[in-house]
């Protein structure tokens, strides 16, 4: 069982805009503060990708090169809750989206270190 559920995907046109959102799926998933929380994405065919992380105590956060500028990362810390704000899509940002946590704090880009997981919420951008 996954222990984040994430929302928001769906169907985008080109430039334009979605927003995502992750919450632990049981009451009982703490999200500490040296936890860093992420984002992930996996088009057909392709190898899963990361997007964005933030880290839960201090907020710094970092990107991918492909969606610097584009997506923007954010969390609220007293509601357990993870978004991501997607501007500008593009049809190669189609894809499952997955919300991840990082219990280690650190090799923010691995995907091996993050333990819990979210099932995925699809993004489809297209005219």
């Known amino acids: 069982q996954a222990q984040l559920a994430e929302s928001g995907g769906g169907l985008a046109q080109p430039g334009g805009s979605l927003d995502l959102a992750c919450t632990p799926s049981?009451?009982?998933?703490?999200?500490?503060?040296?936890?860093?929380m992420a984002w992930f994405r996996q088009a057909p065919g392709k190898e899963r990708e990361f997007v964005a992380a933030?880290?839960?105590?201090?907020?710094?956060?970092v990107y991918s090169d492909s969606v610097k500028g584009r997506f923007a990362i954010s969390r609220v810390a007293a509601e357990n809750a993870l978004y991501l704000r997607m501007n500008s899509l593009q049809p190669e940002d189609t894809a499952v989206y997955y919300c991840?946590?990082?219990?280690?704090?650190?090799?923010?880009?691995?995907?091996?270190?993050?333990?819990?997981w979210g099932q995925g919420t699809q993004v489809t951008v297209s005219s």
């Open positions: 991840a946590c990082n219990p280690s704090g650190e090799s923010w880009y691995d995907g091996s270190k993050y333990h819990y």
């Open positions: 049981e009451r009982s998933f703490v999200i500490y503060a040296n936890y860093i």
């Open positions: 933030v880290s839960w105590r201090n907020n710094k956060k």
